[in-house]
């Protein structure tokens, strides 16, 4: 038969030989360790941006429809600015970030951006795509009426 028992926070194991034995393993080697959680990614991920924004700048441009596209289209430049930014990342000592797959690194970066600016990327897609919209009708309108009417 065994038996939890609770003194206080200490927590023993006692079993029928009446021995106490620990109930929780200490980790010999960080092997052991439970993965990173996405809160210490998001934080590092932050830094991250903060450290190279003047690089991340021209694809968030692009992104937001405030620059020209590098692709032809928002979700084009984010994921042109994934690959980039990513191999930026392992060239520069953020291995641990880089060794994510590319869709949890693009994740991971449109959490970052969200946390250090309080706007969602998506909002910039969307703003990006509805710019382009509108300039493309101005564009049109303006060309019907150059165009003369016979």
Not at 85 to 99: F, Q
Not at 102 to 123: I, P
Request: charged fraction near 25%; proline fraction near 5%; avoid cysteine.
């Amino acid at each position: 038969m065994v038996v939890s028992s609770t003194i206080g926070e200490n927590h023993m194991n006692i079993d029928d030989s009446n021995e106490a034995r620990p109930i929780y393993h200490v980790p010999v080697t960080t092997a052991e360790f439970q993965p990173d959680k996405p809160a210490d990614l998001l934080h590092i991920g932050k830094s991250f941006q903060r450290h190279y924004w003047t690089e991340m700048l021209p694809f968030m441009q692009a992104i937001s429809g405030e620059g020209p596209s590098i692709t032809g289209h928002p979700i084009g430049d984010e994921w042109k600015m994934t690959f980039t930014i990513k191999k930026l990342a392992s060239d520069n000592g953020y291995a641990i970030l880089a060794e994510r797959s590319d869709n949890e690194f693009r994740q991971l970066m449109r959490r970052a951006y969200r946390s250090n600016t309080h706007t969602a990327v998506g909002k910039l897609i969307k703003q990006a795509i509805h710019l382009r919209i509108e300039d493309q009708r101005t564009k049109k309108e303006s060309a019907e009426t150059e165009t003369p009417s016979e």
